[in-house]
């Protein structure tokens, strides 16, 4: 079965460093999503992407995050200056349709993220 | 706005023994539901989803779920657990008018005892 593909499993970094998580989507998906898991807790989304431009995102997505889809084939999240409670699993995900209901999602196993 | 509640961040059953996964949803408008797992070291996994059809659903391994409207409920079943089964199971919701944002819950471990 396809799968969506993210690097790198694990990402340390400085409070304050810029850090881009990246993720390869299934080739034939339109849709592309970031949500992210604070250890302990439950499954935040963040951002979804569609057609070059962002189609929703939550209220934890500010200005220091921003998503781009730079070429064809990868989904990049970036994280201007991290914060300590930025530290979490970061999961991209992407889907064929979002007709509701079918909007199957396709998860890659995450980066997780530590901010010192 | 649609939210699901799980009951149980950790369950253990002993192998062979019937698993039962607790998730209650609350939604303004008729929802879909879903459960997700993750195994150690991997993505979410769509484990089934109810979509308005039938209100017994069936998933891969051999889980199956009900949706019971009265109870506000999408329990997550299996009759006879199985060592692989450990790992974390995510209930899920989005609202069924047009695109909604699945929302998941806070998930619970499943341990299997040989």
């Known amino acids: 079965e396809p799968e969506v593909t993210q690097t790198p499993s694990h990402q340390v970094t400085q409070m304050g460093q810029e850090v881009i998580l990246r993720c390869v989507p299934i080739s034939n998906h339109l849709y592309f999503y970031w949500y992210r898991q604070i250890l302990g807790q439950k499954v935040e989304f963040l951002v979804s992407?569609?057609?070059?431009?962002?189609?929703?995102k939550s209220e934890i997505f500010d200005d220091q995050f921003s998503v781009e889809r730079p070429d064809g084939s990868n989904f990049t999240l970036k994280i201007r200056s991290t914060k300590l409670e930025d530290s979490a699993m970061y999961f991209c995900?992407?889907?064929?349709?979002?007709?509701?209901?079918?909007?199957?999602?396709?998860f890659g196993s995450g980066t997780q993220l530590s901010v010192l | 706005a649609q939210s699901v509640t799980q009951l149980g961040s950790h369950v253990s059953v002993s192998e062979g023994a019937l698993v039962l996964l607790r998730c209650n949803y609350s939604?303004?408008?008729?929802?879909?539901l879903f459960w997700y797992v993750q195994y150690p070291n991997q993505g979410l996994q769509l484990l089934l989803k109810?979509?308005?059809?039938?209100?017994l659903v069936k998933g891969i391994n051999g889980f199956e779920a009900e949706f019971k409207k009265s109870e506000t409920s999408f329990h997550l079943t299996k009759p006879s657990a199985h060592m692989s089964d450990a790992a974390e199971y995510f209930c899920a919701v989005s609202g069924s008018g047009g695109y909604q944002k699945v929302t998941f819950g806070t998930g619970t471990k499943l341990q299997v005892i040989p």
């Open positions: 992407f569609y057609n070059n431009e962002i189609s929703e």
């Open positions: 995900a992407s889907s064929e349709s979002v007709i509701a209901g079918n909007e199957k999602l396709f």
């Open positions: 109810y979509t308005s059809a039938a209100t």
């Open positions: 939604s303004s408008v008729p929802p879909y």
